[in-house]
């Protein structure tokens, strides 16, 4: 995930290791389809 190891080189931190990446993919995909979608 390209966008999260920018984000933690910009805030001086250590890029997530590969099972951290896969929490953050699982979590990410959970909220995503919890979210109440409205009709427009």
Do not use: C, F, Q, Y
């Amino acid at each position: 995930m390209e966008w999260v190891d920018r984000l933690a080189a910009e805030l001086h931190l250590e890029a997530l290791s590969a099972h951290e990446n896969e929490h953050l993919l699982t979590a990410s995909r959970e909220v995503a389809h919890r979210i109440e979608r409205k009709a427009t």
